[in-house]
C-alpha cells in the first residue's frame, strides 16, 4: 500500500515537470517571434483606415469588397510579406508592379501605416481563403 501510494506521487511529480518543461518549450519560438517583429499597431483603428482610404474599392477582405486588385484575405501569411513589404506596396506600388492602377498612399502618417498594416496583418490567422 505504502510503496504504491509512493509510486504515484513519483508519477505526477514527473508528469508535473514534463508539463513544465513542455510548456516552456512552447512558449520559447512564440517569444522570440514578438521580439522579431516588435511592430504591433492598433489593429481596429487599422481597419478604420483600410476604410476611409477606400482600399475595399478594389480588395475583397473575406468576402467583402471590389475586385478591380487581389484578395487581401490572406495576404500577410505569404513568404516575405513583412512590415516592409507592405509598406513598399502601399506606398509605392509601382515599385512592385510597374503602371499599378493602385494609388499611392505617400501621405499616411508613420502612425497610420503601422496600424493599416497591423490590421492587414491580422488577417492571415482569420482568413476564411
Ligand atoms: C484603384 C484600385 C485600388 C485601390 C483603391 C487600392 N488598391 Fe491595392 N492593389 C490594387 C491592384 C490592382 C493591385 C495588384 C498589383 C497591381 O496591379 O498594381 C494591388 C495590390 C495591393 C497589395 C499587394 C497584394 C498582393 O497580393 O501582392 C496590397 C497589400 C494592397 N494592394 C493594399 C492596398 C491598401 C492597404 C489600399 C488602401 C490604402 C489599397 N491597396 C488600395 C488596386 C487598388
Redesign the pocket.
Known sequence: MKASYRSICFINATAFSLTIAAAAIVAQPAMAKQKKNPIIGNILRGKQI?VA???A???TINGQGGS???D?ST?AARQGHNYTW?KK??SS?ALI?QG????A?NTLTDRDMRD?ISY?SSLKKIGLN
Open positions: 483600410y482610404n477606400g482600399c474599392n478594389c480588395h478591380g486588385g487581389p487581401l495576404v507592405f506596396v502601399i506600388p508592379k499599378s492602377v493602385m494609388p498612399y493599416l492587414l
